[in-house]
C-alpha cells in the first residue's frame, strides 16, 4: 500500500507542475480568449488554475470493533468515547477540465481523534486522542455560477494518508485531590498508510481578479484500518465539520 500511494502522490505532484507552468507562448495565444471570456461572461469561475490554502475544523470520531479475525477483545470503556475536535490544514492547486467541471490536487497534515472523560466523587480521568496523517487529497468538482464574485463548488474525492504519529494526553486527579498528566506518543502498531473517501461543498466569493475566498461543509470517511492487523480492534475514523480557505489566481 506505501507504493500505491506513494505512486499516487508523484502522479498528482506532476499534473499540478504542469497546470502551473504555462509557457509564454500559451499565454499568448491564450490572452485574447482570456480577455473576451472576463469581460463579456459573467462567470465566477474563469478557467484559469488557482492556488489556495485552507484550515478545516472537524468532530472527529471512529467506528470501533473488535477485531475478530485476531482477539475477542471486548471494547469495555471505550464504548464511552465521543468525538473530539481537530484541525487539518492543506495547501494546493485546482484547475480546469470542462466547463464547470475541474481538478483539485493538494498536501494535507489530517487530525483524526476521539476522547474519554470520567468522574467518580473523589476521581476523575479523561484523555483526548489524536491520529497525524500526512495526506493528499485527490478530488473532481463542478462549479455552480451565480454571479461574477458568487458560485457553489460541489467536489468529491480520495484522500490517500501516510501515518506520522499518535499521541494521546491523559489528565486525572487522585482521592488527595492532586491532579497529574501524561503524553503517550508513538508510531507503532498503525498502519503506514490509509485512505478515505470526502466530499464538499464551498460557497466561494470572488475578492478581486486575483483573490478570493471560500468557505463551506466537509465529510470524510476512513476506508482503511487505522490499525494494524494484529491489534484488538479495528479503528475507521469518520469527520465532519468547516473549511475555509483563501484561494489566488496562478495565471492570466
Do not use: C
Not at 507542475?17 to 495565444?29: A, G, H, L, V
Not at 478545516?56 to 477485531?67: E, G, I, V, W
Not at 458568487?150 to 501515518?163: D, N
Not at 476506508?223 to 480557505?245: D, E, I
Amino acid at each position: 500500500m506505501n507504493l500505491i500511494t506513494t505512486i499516487t502522490f508523484l502522479f498528482i505532484f506532476s499534473i499540478s507542475f504542469s497546470q502551473i507552468t504555462i509557457t509564454e507562448n500559451d499565454e499568448k495565444k491564450t490572452s485574447s480568449r482570456s480577455n473576451w471570456n472576463m469581460n463579456n461572461k459573467k462567470s465566477f469561475n474563469p478557467i484559469h488554475s488557482n492556488f489556495y490554502i485552507s484550515m478545516n475544523t472537524s468532530s472527529t470520531f471512529r467506528d470501533l470493533k473488535t477485531n475478530e479475525a485476531f482477539l475477542l477483545i471486548p471494547l469495555n470503556e471505550r464504548v464511552n468515547e465521543t468525538p473530539l475536535f481537530t484541525n487539518s490544514y492543506t495547501l494546493g492547486v485546482n484547475g480546469h477540465i470542462f466547463k464547470g467541471l475541474g481538478w483539485d490536487g493538494a498536501v494535507s497534515f489530517m487530525q483524526n481523534g476521539e476522547q474519554y472523560s470520567f468522574s467518580d466523587t473523589d476521581t476523575s480521568f479523561s484523555y483526548k486522542t489524536k491520529y497525524s496523517y500526512f495526506s493528499m487529497p485527490i478530488r473532481i468538482h463542478y462549479y455552480f455560477d451565480f454571479s461574477k464574485r458568487i458560485g457553489l463548488k460541489l467536489g468529491a474525492g480520495i484522500i490517500p494518508s501516510l501515518f506520522i504519529n499518535y499521541k494521546q494526553d491523559q489528565k486525572w486527579e487522585t482521592t488527595g485531590g492532586s491532579s497529574e498528566t501524561n503524553l503517550i506518543q508513538t508510531d507503532v502498531g498503525f498502519n503506514s498508510a490509509i485512505f478515505n473517501i470526502n466530499t464538499y461543498l464551498y460557497l466561494s466569493y470572488r475578492l478581486s481578479e486575483e483573490f478570493g475566498f471560500f468557505i463551506g461543509p466537509e465529510y470524510r470517511y476512513q476506508l482503511s484500518n487505522s490499525y494494524q492487523k494484529t491489534a484488538a480492534y479495528r479503528h475507521y475514523s469518520r469527520a465532519f465539520g468547516v473549511t475555509f480557505g483563501l484561494y489566488k489566481k496562478l495565471n492570466n
